[in-house]
């Protein structure tokens, strides 16, 4: 599994649904542990609240899940919030949904669609990004062959990590791992075979604000 959508940075936000208040809350985990401890913190700041219902998932291809609908009827918070991270196919992450109970019962389906509406906002107000693997490229070339190799980067949008420049240029750029080949037979036609290439290992990456960002 190359690609896998995580959550970058935790959002929270809230919906209204006949005066009761669902607030979500969202979180990057990457253990049980850790998706507890957020659990219970939750539940100790919204300590007044109705219910503090949960769900979240952790591994590349959601080894461990995880959900609890504190109280509310069997199947109608936690089940259907799980649901959500699921379909969306979102990895290591935990959210919380805190309702305060308005005075008028939403029933069965009412419960499932505000849970999960809630659980969409809260992932909607964080960052969610794309990890995948690569390799670290170093390319080494005259001035001659830089013009050729930053086009074949541009064209096939590889970021450039850093670019050093001495008697020669060293161009370091984020190879996604199934592009590997490619871009090894095209930076050594477009120079003629002159540049020298040197792979790194493995390495998860995701691209933020137009940049590569390397996870170790």
């Known amino acids: 599994m190359d690609k896998y959508k995580v959550v970058y940075k935790g959002g929270a936000d809230e919906i209204v649904e006949k005066k009761s208040r669902f607030i979500a809350a969202v979180q990057p985990v990457h253990s049980e542990e850790e998706a507890a401890a957020f659990i219970g913190a939750t539940k100790k700041k919204y300590w007044d609240a109705t ?58 389906g009412g419960l499932v669609r505000a849970y999960q509406k809630s659980t969409q906002a809260g992932l909607a107000a964080s960052v969610i990004i794309e990890k995948q693997t690569g390799y670290i490229l170093d390319i080494e070339t ?58 790194g290992n493995a390495k998860e990456f995701a691209i933020i604000d137009g940049k590569a960002e390397i996870f170790e």
Not at 66 to 87: F, K, N, Q, W
Not at 164 to 188: C, F, G, N, W
């Open 51 to 108: 219910h503090n219902c949960s769900a979240f998932t952790i591994g590349k291809h959601h080894e461990l899940t995880r959900c609890s609908d504190d109280g509310e009827p069997s199947g109608t918070a936690g089940r259907p919030m799980l649901d959500v991270l699921l379909r969306e196919d979102i990895h290591d992450v935990v959210v919380v949904v805190t309702r305060y109970f308005g005075g008028t019962l939403l029933g069965t």
């Open 142 to 199: 005259d001035y001659n062959g830089l013009g050729k190799i930053g086009y074949v980067l541009a064209q096939r949008e590889i970021p450039v990590l850093e670019t050093e420049y001495t008697d020669q240029v060293v161009i370091h750029a984020m190879i996604p791992s199934e592009r590997k080949t490619e871009l090894e037979k095209a930076v050594t036609e477009g120079t003629n075979g002159t540049a020298k290439l040197n792979w």
